[in-house]
């Protein structure tokens, strides 16, 4: 199914506020295009590093540019296509103190 990526512009914001991020993010936003997951399993097909997070919180945990941006995304599989919502963006750092919190699984900014 494709992806229908909602709160695009979030990572459009991102990358304007943080200019070094702007290539890793349109090489990720290049591959979700074309994406075509079944299951939550297929988005680790084309970001072998993504981390599905547990609780039943249907998020993914994306690492993008070498490990130097984390994006939690929340998943919802449709009939016809997979809704994919940006919930946070931020550095590796900047994750790391989120799931010291244990915020991974509920925090929503956009």
Known sequence: MKIHL?????????????????????EW????????????????????STDLLGKGSSRAVFDIGGNKYRMIGKYAFG???VHLFVCW???????????N????FTIRNY
């Open 79 to 81: 009939d016809n296509q």
């Open 6 to 26: 909602i709160r695009k512009q979030t990572i459009e914001e991102f990358t304007r506020q943080n200019a070094q991020s702007r290539v890793s993010f349109t």
């Open 29 to 48: 936003l290049a591959k979700i295009k074309y994406a075509d997951w079944e299951k939550p399993a297929d988005m680790q097909l084309i970001f072998p």
């Open 89 to 99: 963006i931020g550095s590796h750092a900047e994750y790391d103190k989120l799931c």
């Open 101 to 104: 919190e244990n915020e991974q």
